[in-house]
């Protein structure tokens, strides 16, 4: 009797704990982009960009791109290189080199190599290195385009064309190609930040994930671009020739129209979205979102502006309605502010997309998401970036690369298209 009144008394067990949980895991097959890895193979065959032109000079850059350790400079011709960081001859980083007109000289020893890796001299060996030829640095080829340098670090074999975008193409003479990056612009930071610490899909998949925009843009703490977004849309996701694409109807606008807001995501990790104030017209700028490594990445833009443009100052000035502080909530916002001047209390209160890719970690754990209808268009992304590595797997080349120089420019597609909606009865 005395055990069953205690089993009568006991409080009923909680349930859902995080008592007992299995370890989390990520996709390591969407995640690792490193040599030799599914995605990283996939990656390699598509040019990357990798910095701004301006910005390669006689002084060597080092860099990490899809997890390889690299130097990047121009020679005294001109010339950018792109070499290994780790000298052929006993291992010292190039990073520490002398550039000349020809090429990079190492530190340690002066052995010498031009932008395709060529050893060219070595400086303490007799007759400048008899057996000189027989040594070549690992290199990648470079080309420069929309105020880019991009990369091409995949099979030789294999290498496409560099391609060209319908939107940074035919300028107007009032019109010139504005290049940025690396830079925290457009992962909801500003040009204070270069290297995202994130995975680079956690960055990639925002792009087929409108409803954010609703949520978190709009209904969460105040409107940071266009009070119209906060309507929940109608959305349809499509393939295209080059990825996939969402179109998303938002209804009874406040001046009485509708808009169709096509945004396109073109693998592996380029995307070109139209403008967020719901602007009529084509989206203006490329995006390509770089894995420097498995936990963090660069974003790289290139935009069509108007010669007048002064560069991009206002462009990083963060839109959160950042209030004067909590008890001035019905005054109006302060004047906007970089991202990197907001407090940590003004940053937990008003978050935007960096905060929300962040905070879900170096590499986000895949294994416990539970996913909804909303994310559709994420879905879709993984299911074709798998499909685009079986295809490197066998041999094949994935989807928008393309070996003909004359292959056509590539039209984007990303758009607002307004539409007048009938006078209600």
Not at 30 to 47: A, D, F, Q, S
Not at 133 to 155: K, T
Not at 183 to 197: E, Q
Request: glycine share 10%.
């Amino acid at each position: 009797m005395k055990g069953a009144k205690e089993e009568k008394t006991r409080l009923p067990l909680d349930e859902g704990t995080g008592y007992g949980r299995a370890s989390a895991t990520c996709d390591e097959e969407l995640v690792r982009v490193g040599p030799g890895t599914p995605c990283g193979e996939l990656m390699r065959r598509y040019w990357q960009p990798i910095s701004q032109s301006a910005h390669v000079t006689e002084v060597p850059q080092a860099l990490k791109v899809l997890g390889e350790d690299l130097v990047l400079f121009r020679d005294g011709l001109g010339r950018p290189g792109l070499l290994h960081a780790r000298c052929a001859h006993r291992g010292t980083s190039l990073y520490y080199g002398k550039v000349d007109e020809q090429g990079i000289r190492c530190c340690y020893h002066g052995w010498q190599f031009d932008v395709q890796g060529r050893c060219t001299d070595q400086q303490c060996e007799p007759e400048g290195g008899r057996h000189r030829d027989n040594v070549r640095q690992p290199w990648y080829p470079l080309e420069e385009r929309y105020g880019l340098v991009f990369a091409y670090m995949g099979p030789p074999a294999k290498k496409p064309v560099l391609p060209r975008y319908d939107i940074l193409e035919n300028l107007g003479a009032d019109e010139m190609v504005f290049p940025t990056g690396p830079s925290g612009f457009g992962a909801g930071a500003d040009d204070t930040v270069r290297l995202i610490p994130c995975n680079w899909l956690q960055q990639f998949e925002n792009t087929l994930d409108p409803f954010h925009l609703t949520a978190l843009h709009t209904k969460h703490r105040g409107v940071h671009f266009c009070a119209d977004l906060g309507n929940v849309p109608q959305v349809r996701f499509e393939p295209t020739e080059r990825g996939i694409r969402y179109v998303s109807t938002f209804k009874r606008l406040r001046d009485g129209r509708e808009v169709d807001r096509i945004s396109p995501a073109l693998i592996p990790n380029i995307r070109s979205v139209p403008s967020v104030m719901l602007d009529l017209g084509p989206s203006t700028h490329v995006v390509w979102t770089v894995p420097a490594d498995d936990s963090s990445h660069y974003l790289f833009q290139a935009g069509r502006v108007k010669k007048s443009y002064k560069g991009t100052a206002d462009m990083f000035r963060t839109t959160r309605p950042v209030r004067f502080s909590d008890e001035d909530s019905d005054r109006t916002p302060t004047q906007p502010r970089l991202w990197s001047e907001l407090t940590p209390e003004q940053i937990q209160r008003y978050p935007s997309d960096w905060e929300a890719q962040i905070s879900q970690g170096p590499i986000t754990l895949h294994s416990v998401e539970n996913l909804g209808t909303t994310d559709i268009g994420v879905v879709m992304l993984r299911r074709l970036l798998r499909q685009q590595i079986r295809v490197v797997q066998e041999g094949g080349d994935p989807m928008g690369v393309s070996f003909d120089p004359d292959e056509p420019v590539i039209k984007v597609g990303g758009v607002n298209v307004f539409t007048e909606v009938a006078p209600q009865t």
